[in-house]
């Protein structure tokens, strides 16, 4: 995020870094561990940031149709950084697309994804590791029962069967 920071190429950070940043900010010991840095960044600045991350160390290549930076020549896609782009679909059947870079923030020294764009992302994703990441969201109180409203009626259902079953 510092080489992203510096050459001036706006980001935010997504996935578990992010919800491990929210997460924190209410108990620091309900935060989980993620190996790889979920990041997202806008279509147009990708040559960028490309060049700014290549030049901190970071070696571009792509796995499974998703940009990613390993640490350096030994780095394995696992531990990577991998990029998400605004305002568009992971998954041609997503139900929303992802966020727009505005919608974020600053955490410590990185900027993170808001929580309920990140909320939103989660539920679009919906994953086993996602409905995790939202449990505990739960579990510390960033999620309550008045959230479902907020989001469309297929990504209300899913938020309202996790506040349901929280344990899952």
């Not at 950070?13 to 940043?21: E, K, R, S, T, W």
């Not at 020294?109 to 539920?123: F, H, I, N, P, T």
């Amino acid at each position: 995020t510092a080489a992203l920071a510096q050459a001036d190429i706006p980001y935010a950070v997504i996935g578990g870094n992010a919800v491990a940043a929210w997460v924190a900010r209410v108990d620091r010991a309900a935060v989980r561990n993620t190996q790889d840095v979920d990041i997202l960044l806008q279509r147009d600045d990708f040559a960028r940031a490309k060049v700014a991350l290549e030049q901190a160390g970071f070696v571009h290549c792509t796995v499974m149709d998703v940009d990613c930076f390993l640490d350096g020549p030994d780095g394995r896609p696992r531990d990577a950084v991998h990029v998400l782009y605004a305002r568009e679909k992971v998954k041609p059947g997503d139900l929303a697309p992802t966020a727009d870079i505005s919608e974020r923030e600053m955490a410590d020294d990185y900027a993170v994804l808001q929580l309920e764009s990140l909320v939103r992302m989660k539920l679009t994703s919906y994953r086993d590791k996602d409905r995790v990441h939202l449990r505990d969201m739960i579990m510390v109180g960033l999620i309550d029962p008045t959230w479902p409203p907020r989001f469309i009626p297929e990504l209300a259902t899913r938020l309202q069967q996790l506040l349901d079953d929280p344990h899952g």
